[in-house]
DNA sequence: GTTTCACTGTAACGACCGTTATACTACAAG
DNA sequence: CTTGTAGTATAACGGTCGTTACAGTGAAAC
């Protein structure tokens, strides 16, 4: 029963360890299922196939990420602060995610080749779940933090988002989530409702 | 003479449109040939490996990038409008770059692993090049613009121009290119000496 | 003690990968 | 006419890929 979790858990260690390191293309089945201590059979009887497993993957990062999220705003006080804890959220979650060099959905989005308009790719499904969740939450909290265009805010934040995720994943010099958090807080300052 | 040339710019074509609207890795030589219309043997003759067309790609596509910056920047007026400059290439750069999808250095970077420590990696110094190259050219450009700190000008722009880049390889809603120039604008009008 | 279940190791499959060897054609230059 | 050059077609190499079949082990459940 347990052994069965503890064993999922850790071919998705795994997998996410090696898939964002190395690329994921570039690691086989094979060596995700070593580095989890793992039979390649018993990866295959959990998740089907790889395709299936890098879902798995995603789909547990972005709870994760969620988690971080909601944990940052519940700990801001303004509603400005809640607005840019996008920001904090990004550095607790790096700080906890350990190895993983890079955004996971970014390095999908490189990756995989464009959906066939015909087959509907849970993957890239999961990739326009993410984006669209981000860009609602940002919309909510600017709408809660009484900005003026909430939805022009929003975008713009999820701009700085994907830039420091992308800045991140190259090496970008200097600190891009303190630039993010200055350039948003100049950039919601111009449209901020005056209080 | 005129022969060689003309197959080389149309190895380059194909490489440059699979690898980066399928994936490198996904992309093997022999669609890459079939695509230019070649001989897999032509292409070897004249690349040595996919590793070295792949570079031959990646730098191609720096110095034409380059080129329509230069361009966007001989075009403006002002030094803030020439420093803003960049975010007018991107949208020409786009425009004249046809199918391919993204930017070809983030794709590079997601799907590559990360170098040995031993061996130098051409690929990824030609990223890093890349990255080096925008960063010094906007703190150039925000020197001439007289700008109060014009490192931190640079490197918030070199923020938003990956931020861009990403929300364009993402499925990003709303135009990014204007939404960052806005940003800039807002971030430069902070920082900016009054004259 | 037998059954059940999670997991293991080995081996193989068909497919595709990057790369190279061999041999052949077309064309331009000397 | 000869020579060299750019390109072609075919086939194969060793390797890795995702995936599955087969047979077996250990421990908990009844």
Redesign the pocket.
């Known amino acids: 029963m347990a ?2 979790q ?2 999922r858990e850790r071919i998705l260690d795994a997998a996410e360890s090696l898939f964002f390191q190395q690329g994921i ?1 570039a ?5 995700v299922a070593a580095e989890a ?6 990866l ?3 998740f ?4 299936n497993l890098l879902r798995e993957v995603l789909a547990r990062r972005l709870d994760s990420w969620c988690g971080h999220w909601n944990a940052a705003v519940a700990a801001a006080g303004s509603p400005q602060d809640r607005l840019l804890a996008v920001f904090d959220a990004i550095e607790s979650f790096r700080a906890a995610a350990g190895p993983v060099q890079w955004c996971c959905f970014l390095a999908t989005a490189s990756e995989r080749p464009s959906p066939e308009d015909g087959q509907p790719d849970p993957v890239f499904e999961l990739l326009e779940q993410d984006t669209l969740l981000v860009t609602d939450r940002l919309g909510e909290l600017a709408r809660e933090a009484q900005c003026q265009d909430p939805d022009a805010v929003a975008s713009t934040l999820l701009l700085l988002y994907n830039g420091v995720l992308s800045s991140l994943l190259r090496g970008a010099p200097s600190d891009p989530v303190a630039l993010a958090r200055r350039a948003a807080r100049s950039v919601i300052g111009y449209t901020l409702q005056p209080s």
Do not use: E, F, L, P
């Open positions: 052994r069965r503890d064993t293309t690691t086989g089945v094979d060596r201590g793992v039979a390649i059979v018993t295959y009887k959990q089907g196939s790889k395709d």
